[in-house]
């Protein structure tokens, strides 16, 4: 099994491009509800490869009726090379779910869909859908704009603006016309707060962002991205820019958010995973491969494919 | 266990050295391949550049710099017993082994000549003067001469030169206040008087157009028309009284002087500029005489077809009409370079409108003047002539050159430069950084103007320097749209509404030309190019240091630290 694991390793894997060999359409997939025939279909990565229907493993500890985010049957290509299959998933209120996965898997792509940062690219094509507190994502009718106040986001790169700290963190608030200089202030005291950088910078608010280091320009984008008291919190990869320090710093900052706020994260880090999230999704290429609580994936993976990840055997 | 290792490393090392050796003493790379002449190459070409601007900055500076310091007075006595008195300008070897000089000789009215060359050989006697005079005048050019009497009310009061001097210090500068409130007087007074019945005028003539004459309307502004004809008439008196008076006043002071061949002339006091005994003067004398001719030359109007005197006017139009340039062309150039990179859909057309605005700036610019004149004044100009100007035709107003059409001619050939640079500026900005203000709900707009304009603004001010340097030093476009050798009045005075954008102007570039190659007297202008070429670099230097300056500031605030 070990042998066979190590040989399937795809080609595309190593770089963050989506892999050529994603070919569209895939069979439509019950998403829910599948026992553990799964793991008698041997060779599941295999499966995928050649694109042969398989099905997600969901735990019964990741149900929730009343999800913030919920993920149905969603496709994307990226022009004719599909980078999503059928991918069906909730994210709790106010819990942390982390999607892993090796590169090109799709996790980014995933996570810029809730928001819809996708739309910024042309041949982007879609379907499916996502609702947000049971709204749709995807209606025609929804306000991208507003959408995007609703859900904050944090990137791979730490991508201070190029103005003061203040102005960092308020920005969402000014974009709105906000001019009280008070509700200001005390927005983006709470919003620092928030993201522990206060501290640091609360006698230097008007000096550039620019000139912090890489964990607090993290942090502070992360301020950024609360200040508007958004309903779900998307987190790209946070940590991969920053030493192993301000990376313990954003991850009890994670802990400190669960509750206020509902948290979805990529990482590539099977010790964050395990560490700072409730909910563990794992995908391959494209596929939502094995759903549950991160106690379930981490200790009583379903699937040995899973199990390999997740324990350093295989990406 | 080391005899081992030695048996092992004996036969091995001598083969690794004879492969080095062969190494070294081979040349395997080609001279070409070794990149050594490429070193030299670059280099060299390097400092040919350097050395040409050098000797450009110093020849202009050596040049313009020593225009303005007094040199001594000779009197020369030549075979024939012909005297001469002057300045020595330059001299050269002649074929035979002789030598002569080139003396600036002056007194113009008198000998209709302003230099003589002065073969050594034919000198009998050089001397230099003590109390040889150089006077500047309003008009007619230098005077040389010694002074021999001082007049008051044609009295003669002083005789002794040193007497004549001290007379002279204590009346000229009273003299030449007067003449400033005359000119004064003559230019802003009368010229408010003529504004003023000048729009009565077409007030007039509106009303004829409007109305027809003889109607109601018009009978009410000829009726006004004669008041402040009637009115005007009288100011005009009373300012005619006043400057009588101080002409009046003026004429009492004479100064006698003679020239170097016994001719002795008089000359009223108000018309001499500047005088100073060339041949007494001190270091300091020499640089006060120095930085008066400098402040002049910044500060005055030119005299003498624009030989003499200062460049002001030129100054002026070309700051005026450089800061009206950039006006224009820097917001148009920076939402185009925004729509061409942040809106349009890439793809061959944008690669083609790309391609279009970059040869825009290889068109030679003699043809955007030619458009500029075609365009803006003979169409545009024309037509807002005839829709708002209608009573002053057919003297045009917009219909001819002006400081308008020449800032408008020069955005269009910087707007290339702007464009480039903007999109280079606005290609710049980081991905990441759009991408954090979208996800923040941002539009496209608030992402433009609060993120990515300001991140591009220290690119956007390098394209706006390029735009002055090479806005401010074109002359070819503006001879034809609008720059003139010499304008009677600044684009800017004090009557309304006050910028008349609509008026020729001077033009240092313009100035230059004209010094050099339009001048009749261009011996005596050929330094006051040198001083003017430096002036014009100058002001481009300085413009760019500004512009430089608030760059910095820029980049400082919105572009510190790794990202």
Known sequence: MEERTIEIRPPGVASKEVPRMMRSQAGGQEPAGIPESNATLGGLFEAIEQDRKFETVVHDSARDDNPVLEIQEFRLWYGEAQALHDVSMICPQGKVTALIGPSGCGKSTLLRCVNRMNDLIDSVRISGDMLLNGQSIYDKGVDVIELRKRIGMVFQKPNPFPMSIFENVVYSLRIDGERDRRVLQEVCEQSLRGAGLWKEVKDRLDSSALALSGGQQQRLCIARAIAAEPDVLLLDEPCSALDPIATGRIEELIEELKGTYSILIVTHNMQQASRASDFTAFMYLGRLVEFGSTEDIFLQPKLKETEDYVTGRFG | ?563
């Not at chain 2, 005839?386 to 707007?415: D, I, Q, S, V």
Request: hydrophobic residues 45%; glycine residues 8%.
């Open chain 2, 1 to 563: 266990m080391s005899p081992v290792v030695e048996t092992r490393s004996a036969p091995s090392a001598p083969a690794p050295r004879q492969r080095s050796r062969r190494r070294l003493t081979r040349r395997r790379t080609s001279l070409f391949a070794h990149g050594e002449p490429m070193v030299w190459l670059t280099g060299g070409a390097l400092v040919i550049a350097l050395a040409m601007i050098a000797g450009l900055l110093l020849l202009v500076l050596g040049q313009g710099g020593l225009t303005f310091w007094p040199k001594p007075l000779d009197r020369f006595v030549l075979e024939g017993g012909v005297a001469l008195m002057g300045e020595v300008t330059s001299s050269e070897v002649l074929e035979d082994g002789g030598s002569r000089q080139l003396v600036r000789t002056g007194n113009y009215d008198l000998t209709q000549v302003h230099f003589t060359w002065v073969e050594d050989s034919n000198v009998l006697e050089r001397s230099r003067p003590e109390w040889g005079l150089v006077l500047e005048r309003q008009s007619w050019g230098r005077f040389y001469g010694e002074p021999r009497a001082f007049l008051i009310d044609g009295e003669t009061v002083a005789e002794d030169p040193a007497q004549v001097w001290t007379r002279f210090e204590q009346f000229h500068p009273g003299t030449r206040e007067r003449y400033e409130q005359r000119k004064a007087l003559e230019t802003h007074e009368i010229g408010r008087l003529n504004a003023r019945i000048e729009s009565a005028r077409l007030a007039e003539k509106s009303a004829e157009l409007d109305s027809g004459a003889d109607s109601p309307q018009w009978q009410r502004a000829h009726e006004r028309f004669v008041r402040v004809q009637e009115q005007n008439e009288s100011e005009f008196d009373a300012i005619r009284e006043e400057i009588t008076q101080l002409n009046a006043e003026n004429e009492r002071y004479g100064l006698v002087l003679e020239t170097a061949d016994g001719t002795r002339t008089t000359l009223s006091l108000a018309d001499v500029v500047r005088a100073y005994p060339a041949n007494q003067l001190g270091f300091a004398d020499k640089l006060g005489v120095y930085l008066s001719r400098w402040w002049e030359f910044l500060s005055d109007d030119p005299r003498e077809a624009n030989s003499e005197g200062g460049v002001f006017p030129a100054i002026f139009g070309t700051v005026v009409m450089t800061l009206l340039m950039s006006i224009v062309v820097v917001p148009f150039g920076v939402l185009a370079a925004l729509y061409l990179r942040e809106y349009a859909k890439q793809g061959t057309i944008v690669s083609m409108v790309r391609i279009a605005v970059n040869n825009l700036a290889g068109v030679p610019s003699i043809a955007f003047g030619v458009f500029g004149l075609g365009f803006f004044c003979y169409i545009i100009g024309a037509s807002m002539d005839e829709l708002l100007f209608e009573a002053r035709l057919p003297n045009p107003t917009y219909g001819k050159g002006g400081l308008l059409w020449a800032a408008l001619t020069l955005a269009l050939l910087t707007l290339p430069v702007v464009i480039v640079a903007t999109e280079e500026a606005l290609s710049a900005v980081p991905n990441s950084m759009r991408e954090g203000s979208y996800a923040c709900g941002a539009t496209k707009w608030q992402t433009i103007r609060r993120i990515v304009l300001p991140r591009a603004a220290p690119g956007i001010m390098t394209g706006m320097i390029l735009a002055i340097a090479r806005g401010a030093g074109e002359v070819a476009p503006l001879m034809l749209v609008g720059a003139v050798k010499l304008a009677p009045e600044l684009p800017l005075d004090g009557n309304a509404p006050f910028l008349h954008p609509e008026r020729s102007f001077m033009h240092l570039g313009f100035h230059i030309f004209d010094l050099g190659f339009q001048s009749q007297n261009s011996e005596a202008a050929k330094p006051m190019v040198y001083t003017t070429t430096l002036l014009l670099i100058g002001i481009v230097v300085s413009l760019n240091v500004l512009a430089v300056l608030v760059r910095g500031r820029l980049r400082r605030r919105f572009m510190t630290a790794h990202i």
